[in-house]
């Protein structure tokens, strides 16, 4: 192998890490995940704040265009899973040649799936608004929000792809001053566009989908620049000819994650619906929009632990130690269940004062201060599950991973969600039982899947 060839890894000699080292290195790479996704949801929240101010309509519309977007998220969550996987190995192997080819064709992929996505959704966009329920005022205001979001799915697609190659690279500061640079340019922008405030035009709704594509455009270029100057660098140079091979080498992996996304999406609307049919079921299902937004705080730790796990599992493995890519797993497991464990009595203790922050409505408060007390029990679980997924998604095992959502959300979750809250007369309560046992069950799973250690000999 030429010298060209080859790059030092973020662990230098992963056979020689101490434990010390290696909870320092699953420490430096999970912080600024967690500062990252702190950022993104603090963008949301502002996104929605100043949407709020045109009315409910443009809330509604934009909400909906939300729904359709999600589909694209889990398109392109096949692509960027395998990526990851890809790139950690590959550098773990100190081969610079193959990292650089499956970052390059990961690229490609990813802009041709933007492409078609964008092709395919213009002419229909008032279709599937009104599929998902549009009609009037949000109708018309959805189609123009989603018309500039689509005009942004290129660069969109692309800064997920170029963060998955960030990821496998151990590099998870770059993301977070990206998406510190994407989150001022977006807010500044709504600011004046959504308003009109100072030279600029008022645009309503539509300046907040103008604002959203100059900011991935500046994203996608700060995140093409970075990588100019990364271990992979000769990548931007090309050669961009699609390699059929290598695509299907990334989607091998890729696929299942995005199957996996699917069955908990489609569980979740199905515990939702099930939960819409209790005796108190407007207060119910608000408390449980309520709690999870809450309890969302607490996934940030635990994905962020995730990626860690990630990176350095499919490092060890493409360094052929998979001793060390073993012993990385389960040291970021540990880190990141403490974290949620702490979460937990956090959301156990303060619950009401929690829930009080988002609704004053004494129902909706006694509820939703439920959820989260029973949740507060499986955190530690919902830590295991996230984080050793994440282990197995850098050695490239996906599949098992989703049939184990699917055992635990479609056998185990929704008839038992069925059974307690509608027919044995549970309600709620039965509901939020039955999350904190699928819960943890999954967790435990997870956690054996990754103790049986098949996932070692994976070529991908």
Not at 339 to 355: D, K, N, Q, R, S
């Amino acid at each position: 192998m030429h010298v060209d060839d080859r790059v030092h890894s973020t662990q230098s000699d992963l056979a020689a890490v101490s434990p010390l080292e290696m909870h320092r290195q699953i420490w430096q790479l999970a912080w600024p995940a967690v500062i990252t996704m702190l950022l993104q949801m603090s963008g949301g929240f502002i996104d929605m704040y100043f949407l709020g101010k045109l009315g409910p309509a443009a809330l509604a519309a934009a909400g909906i265009a939300n729904q359709l977007l999600m589909i694209l998220f889990s398109l392109i969550t096949s692509i960027s899973v395998g990526t990851t996987a890809l790139v950690a190995r590959f550098i773990g192997a100190q081969s610079l040649a193959e990292a650089r080819q499956a970052a390059r064709q990961s690229v490609v992929l990813g802009a041709l799936g933007s492409v078609v996505s964008a092709c395919f959704l213009f002419p229909t966009v008032p279709y599937f608004l009104r599929l998902l329920g549009a009609h009037g005022e949000a109708l018309r205001l959805g189609s123009q929000y989603l018309y500039w979001m689509l005009y942004g799915v290129v660069p969109y697609f692309l800064i997920v792809i170029l963060t998955a190659i960030y990821r496998g690279l151990g590099d998870t500061r770059t993301p977070l001053l990206i998406t510190m640079l994407f989150n001022g340019v977006m807010i500044v922008g709504e600011y004046f566009l959504i308003f009109g405030n100072g030279p600029f035009p008022k645009m309503g709704i539509a300046g907040a989908g103008l604002s959203a594509l100059v900011a991935r455009l500046l994203g996608i270029t700060l995140s093409w620049y970075f990588l100019s100057r990364s271990s992979l660098k000769l990548t931007v140079k090309g050669p961009w000819a699609v390699d059929w091979i290598w695509m299907k080498r990334i989607l091998a992996v890729g696929l299942p994650a995005a199957v996996q996304g699917l069955i908990r999406n489609t569980a979740s609307s199905t515990y939702y619906g099930i939960l819409g049919r209790v005796p108190n079921a407007t207060a119910a299902v608000a408390a449980l929009t309520v709690g999870i937004r809450a309890e969302g705080i607490a996934y940030m730790p635990g994905f962020a632990f995730s990626i860690a796990a990630t990176a350095l599992v499919g490092q060890s493995l493409g360094a052929k130690n998979p001793g060390q890519a073993e012993r990385s797993g389960w040291a970021s497991a540990l880190q990141g269940c403490a974290v949620m464990t702490v979460m937990g009595l956090i959301f156990y203790i303060f619950a009401e004062p929690i829930v009080r922050l988002f609704t004053d409505s004494p129902e909706v408060v006694a509820l939703a201060a439920d959820y989260l007390r029973y949740q507060a029990y499986s955190e530690p679980f919902l830590g295991l599950g996230m984080i050793l997924t994440g282990a197995l998604q850098g050695a490239g095992e996906t599949r098992w991973p989703t049939i184990l959502t699917f055992v635990t959300m479609w056998l185990i979750r929704v008839p038992a969600t069925n059974a307690l809250a509608l027919h044995m007369g549970y309600g709620a309560t039965g509901a939020w039982i039955t999350m904190m046992g699928s819960t943890a069950v999954s967790g435990v799973l997870v956690a054996l899947l990754f103790y049986m250690g098949r996932w070692k000999q994976i070529k991908i």
